[in-house]
């Protein structure tokens, strides 16, 4: 069991090294998209991503820019994206000229469609290379206070792959606390989403999730659950997104003092909320929560919350600032702490 929990603590590592992995900068296009601005300038390059606000639009003089989306009048690329406006509706395919300014005309196979320049939520690249579907935030933070001598380290991942109608969310923390004479703590976490969008002008999507988590501050050595169930967008614009979700769960847990294992079946509520200020550099805020009661012991219910504020201080690095919760009202050991909270600082990188 040591041996289980020990690999669900490496996992953030696992993860910093696939992202390294996926780094996409060997499969850069050609920079032949062009951007038209409201104020009649034109840009050639390659478009990235369009995200919070801000299309980000790589050039050979110039290095990487980040537009604001409300001074662009056109933009036109030969690659392929997944183009999705506040409604839910998606569209596939090359960005090509409009019959008038400030629209986007998406050429699908079908034919070519017209889009609103303000009512467009986000613009994804769909590249036929493997690597270059991946997005990558790593990140890592040390603490030392001299007073008790206590060290805290923390680490995390998060790892997106996308493909037309689904995306695979791959994230990974660990924080470890040492104090003198004191025992080390630590809680570890490493998740697996699959979501996967049902049909084309619908915010609904199902998913399935598998997640290990260890906390021995809650008694907690080893938990392995599985879940399914819909998400759906209640908002979502170019800065901002609400999303609801629900399903079902089983999990099996072992506690810290003994190897047996009990399992648990559970209803899960999910909420997750993030918005981005209009500016570069940019900040990002995040709140997620997730509610677990157990349909096995009626008197127990789990939550697990976080949030984080995320501020650019150089382009393509971060730093964040994350607080979290842990609570469970029967914890599985006797006399074991029912929450666990704190607060981690970082800096990260992401591609």
């Given at each position: 069991m ?10 953030s ?48 003089n110039?290095?990487?820019?980040n ?8 933009v036109?690329?030969k ?12 569209y ?43 997005d ?77 988590q260890?906390?021995e501050?809650?008694g ?18 170019f ?56 349909l ?22 971060f ?33």
């Amino acid at each position: 069991m040591k041996r289980a929990t020990t690999a669900i603590g490496v996992l953030s590592g696992i993860g910093l090294v696939l992202g390294l992995v996926s780094v996409r900068a060997a499969f850069a296009g050609e920079k032949t998209d062009v951007v038209k601005l409201k104020n009649g300038d034109y840009v050639t390059g390659e478009v990235d991503h369009l995200d919070s606000g801000l299309l980000v639009y790589k050039t050979d003089n110039m290095g990487t820019l980040n537009i604001e989306w409300e001074d662009i009048a056109e933009v036109t690329s030969k690659s392929y994206f997944r183009v999705e406006l506040r409604s839910g509706i998606v569209y596939y395919g090359s960005l090509v000229t409009p019959p008038h300014a400030e629209a986007l005309q998406v050429s699908e196979v079908a034919g070519n469609v017209l889009a609103s320049m303000d009512d467009i939520a986000s613009i994804r690249p769909i590249s036929r290379s493997f690597w270059k579907r991946f997005d990558v935030d790593l990140d890592a933070g040390f603490s030392f206070t001299q007073a008790n001598s206590a060290t805290q380290w923390s680490a995390s991942s998060l790892i997106t792959y996308q493909v037309e109608k689904a995306r695979a969310v791959f994230s990974a923390s660990s924080l470890v606390t040492d104090q003198e004479s004191v025992d080390a703590t630590s809680r570890h976490d490493a998740s697996l989403v699959y979501r996967r969008r049902i049909g084309e002008i619908s915010r609904v999507s199902w998913f399935a999730l598998g997640e290990l988590q260890s906390n021995e501050e809650l008694g907690l050595q080893l938990r392995l659950l599985g879940a399914g169930g819909l998400a759906r967008y209640m908002f979502q614009d170019f800065r901002s997104y609400f999303l609801l979700a629900s399903g079902l769960a089983v999990s099996e847990e072992y506690a810290s003092s003994s190897t047996d294992k009990s399992t648990s079946t559970e209803l899960l509520g999910h909420a997750e909320v993030s918005y981005s200020t209009y500016d570069y550099p940019k900040t990002e805020l995040a709140a997620a929560a997730d509610v677990y009661p157990s349909l096995s012991d009626w008197w127990r219910v789990r939550l697990e919350a976080s949030a984080s504020v995320k501020r650019e201080v150089a382009h393509d690095f971060f730093v964040k600032v994350s607080p979290f919760e842990s609570y469970d009202s029967d914890p599985p050991v006797a006399g074991a702490a029912e929450n666990d909270w704190g607060v981690t600082m970082s800096l990260g990188w992401s591609y």
